[in-house]
């Protein structure tokens, strides 16, 4: 990867394998950064080096699973499901302008 670079581990399994084995390469600024959704064990353990590295973006791929997780999925679905037939303004819609 060029020194410019950034990686995205957004995907589980072995696609990326040998990419999250070795980060060095972002300790050493051999590449620009990493933003990573998931990792080899979730959650990733405080002790972890990541944590520290400030051209390491970790966000929490496992936040949302509870056991209620399907009920409020389901549930925001029918409401979106009702707006969007009724003309309304979608709940949760990404803000291009925010980044999220």
Same mark, same amino acid.
Request: hydrophobic fraction near 40%; include cysteine; aromatic fraction near 8%.
């Given at each position: 990867?060029?020194?410019? +670079? #950034?990686? @995205?581990?957004?995907? +589980? %399994? /072995? &696609?990326? !394998? !040998? +990419? !999250?084995?070795?980060?060095?390469? *972002?300790?050493?600024?051999?590449?620009?950064?990493? +933003? @990573?959704? &998931?990792?080899?064990?979730?959650? *990733?353990? =405080?002790?972890?080096?990541?944590?520290?590295?400030?051209?390491?973006?970790? $966000? =929490?791929?496992? /936040?949302? &699973?509870?056991?209620? @997780?399907?009920?409020?999925? $389901?549930?925001? *679905?029918?409401?979106? *499901?009702?707006?969007?037939?009724?003309?309304?303004? @979608?709940?949760?819609?990404?803000?291009?302008?925010? %980044? #999220?």
């Amino acid at each position: 990867m060029k020194p410019s +670079a #950034y990686f @995205l581990e957004c995907v +589980a %399994g /072995s &696609v990326s !394998r !040998r +990419a !999250r084995a070795d980060f060095s390469a *972002l300790a050493e600024r051999k590449i620009a950064g990493a +933003a @990573l959704d &998931v990792v080899s064990q979730e959650p *990733l353990q =405080p002790e972890n080096p990541l944590w520290k590295l400030d051209n390491a973006f970790i $966000t =929490p791929h496992m /936040s949302a &699973v509870s056991e209620h @997780l399907w009920e409020r999925q $389901t549930d925001q *679905l029918m409401e979106n *499901l009702q707006r969007w037939f009724a003309g309304d303004e @979608l709940l949760n819609r990404v803000d291009l302008s925010r %980044g #999220y």
